[in-house]
């Protein structure tokens, strides 16, 4: 898998060929993996704090449909981090914390970023927005992805829309498409069950997307980025 995930991330097709010559995986085998397989690391960012939040099931759920597609996810959820309201981000810090140091690690391993979030008064949550402010270059030249989701018909949009452009400041474009889950409730049960099968095909066209802009990106940033 992890000779698959190299050469098909970070080599063209024809110097792929080339190189598996010497090696065990014969080159028609690697055309079709690589047509099925692709790996990769994606933080999944928790928007909500709230104790009866229903973006848990969400955040989840997108978890679950990612490890499905055999990628590693960092789960970064903001309750569990606890994190203080910003003062230094994490380059400015002296001694910065084990917790704050191993978050770190993990935005910088992420090839990819997808935020799901809620919105409030027309706009993404103060507790994802603190979160992502504590870092800078380990988001640099990676794609985003947004998530939101409303109790009411139109699923988190004005918030998708404001994550759009603190993102683009934090140099992780966000893909053209985003995934809203309006009436959240009536999607997902209390145990995070989904309850309309139709997401499952939504989703499936979304991260279909998604996975492309981490392919382009990873191949472009082995080749050198501007800065």
């Given at each position: 898998?992890?000779?698959?995930?190299?050469?098909y991330n970070h080599l063209n097709f024809i110097k792929a060929i080339a190189i598996l010559q010497n090696n065990t995986i014969a080159p028609t085998t690697l055309i079709t993996l690589c047509s099925f397989i692709f790996v990769a690391n994606v933080a999944v960012f928790v928007g909500s704090v709230r104790r009866d939040r229903k973006g848990i099931r969400v955040a989840k759920w997108i978890k679950i449909k990612l490890q499905e597609r055999n990628h590693k996810v960092y789960f970064i959820d903001?309750?569990?981090l606890d994190l203080p309201l910003l003062d230094r981000m994490y380059k400015e810090m002296d001694n910065p914390s084990q917790k704050l140091a191993e978050l770190r690690n993990k935005i910088k391993d992420a090839e990819g970023y997808i935020s799901v979030t809620p919105e409030y008064n027309r706009s993404t949550s103060s507790a994802l927005k603190n979160t992502l402010d504590y870092f800078l270059e380990e988001y640099y030249f990676k794609p985003s992805a947004i998530v939101s989701y409303s109790p009411g018909m139109f699923g988190g949009i004005n918030a998708a829309q404001q994550l759009r452009m603190i993102?683009?400041?934090l140099g992780a474009p966000t893909i053209p498409s985003s995934f809203a889950i309006p009436y959240v409730h009536k999607i997902f049960d209390e145990n995070g069950n989904l309850i309309d099968e139709l997401y499952n095909k939504r989703v499936g066209k979304f991260l279909d997307e998604f996975e492309w802009y981490i392919s382009a990106l990873t191949n472009q940033r082995a080749h050198g980025t501007p800065y």
């Open positions: 898998m992890s000779i698959i995930k190299t050469i903001p309750m569990e993102f683009a400041e």
